[in-house]
């Protein structure tokens, strides 16, 4: 699928009017470019001028380029520096700020010997806040990622059951998801019982589930690009007296933390919210990272709900919602949904139940 081209106009005037004193652009994240042009190769670069935008690709992507890209010059090129200094050139470009996060020095130090008269600079700033408010396209994205991954859990609850490796559930969800739709998963998805659940990022292994473990599993689709991400914790058979209340707690900061969100809001706030909770109960120390994250071409993207955060929530904006509890060497509980920021609140977009379920 391609971006329609109207909102690929508008990102691109919106990144110009981010940084008006820079000569030209020159952007590497595949994402980026993905975002500003529709193309979804995996490598090129994207110089963006005053009045123009140049796709420099090799051969390899040169036909895709120009059956995806919208708006923009396609420059092929056999090396990508060579490229770059040759439309540069070509645009008499005296300055270049450039996403320094995506330039190896050694790439660095070719360019500026290719562009001698030219001023390098890295930009100020990342790209995160352009991508920060999703438009109604993106939003929708989202939302079918949400559904494929969610039907895909739904399908193989049966299979979380006494004797199942960890890493079973987790080829099966990941092969689910994939036959439901998915072009990939979000990441490698986590599936963690017992004490292995007490690892916020664990890695599913042989393990074998028993009767009376909690399981936790952290997973997500992609569809046209955009990502979902959620995270269930079940119980298998039976619950702890203590893990009921644990979970009980980390939901109530999960419900309060959502019922707070809402535009002009600040991401440190909405961490607070779920923060203060849980240190209330007294589990402040088992509370190990932020409260949340954006979601959109990357799973992981701007904003982050974490404290100290000032950034201002914006309608638009798509956050997870995640606090966790982790108790090494017994369990772990996260409770994670994706959300949509609004004027007056969110909406979820994820879509499985996250009341407390005995399976």
């Not at 994402?31 to 995996?42: P, Q, S």
């Not at 030219?118 to 920060?132: E, I, M, N, S, T």
């Not at 939901?251 to 203060?276: N, Y």
């Amino acid at each position: 699928m391609l971006h329609d081209p109207l909102p690929c106009e508008d990102r691109v005037g919106r990144l110009r009017s981010e940084f008006p004193e820079t000569g030209a652009m020159l952007i590497f994240n595949e994402k980026n470019i993905r975002y500003l042009t529709g193309f979804t190769g995996g490598e090129g670069a994207l110089m963006a001028g005053p009045d123009w935008l140049t796709l420099l690709v090799d051969g390899r992507y040169a036909t895709q380029a120009r059956a995806e890209t919208r708006g923009a010059e396609i420059f092929e090129c056999r090396n990508r520096i060579e490229g770059i200094a040759a439309a540069a050139r070509r645009h008499g470009v005296g300055s270049v700020g450039f996403e320094s996060p995506f330039l190896s020095v050694e790439e660095y130090l070719n360019l500026k010997e290719a562009l001698p008269e030219a001023a390098l600079r890295p930009l100020p700033k990342d790209f995160g806040f352009l991508r920060a408010v999703k438009d109604l396209g993106e939003i929708d994205r989202i939302r079918e990622a949400a559904r494929i991954s969610a039907e895909a859990l739904a399908s193989l609850r049966g299979m979380i059951r006494p004797g199942i490796r960890e890493e079973e559930i987790a080829l099966e969800l990941e092969y689910r998801m994939r036959r439901g739709g998915a072009e990939k998963v979000s990441f490698e998805t986590i599936v963690a019982a017992g004490a292995n659940s007490a690892f916020p990022h664990a890695t599913p292994g042989r393990r074998a589930i028993a009767d009376g473990d909690c399981v936790m599993i952290d997973y997500g689709a992609v569809w046209d690009g955009y990502h979902s991400d959620e995270t269930c914790t079940f119980f298998v058979g039976r619950a702890s007296e203590r893990q009921r209340e644990v979970y009980r707690h980390v939901l109530e900061a999960h419900d309060r933390a959502i019922r707070a969100i809402r535009a002009g809001v600040s991401c440190g706030e909405i961490d607070g919210v779920a923060r203060s909770h849980l240190a209330g109960e007294g589990l402040a120390s088992a509370f190990a990272h932020g409260t949340g994250h954006g979601v959109g071409l990357d799973v992981h993207e701007a904003p982050r709900l974490a404290a100290g955060r000032e950034e201002l929530l914006r309608a638009g904006m798509v956050v997870t919602v995640e606090p966790g509890v982790y108790l090494p060497g017994l369990w772990g509980i996260r409770i994670e949904d994706t959300v949509l920021v609004t004027q007056e609140g969110c909406e979820i977009l994820t879509r499985t139940s996250k009341d407390l379920t005995l399976i």
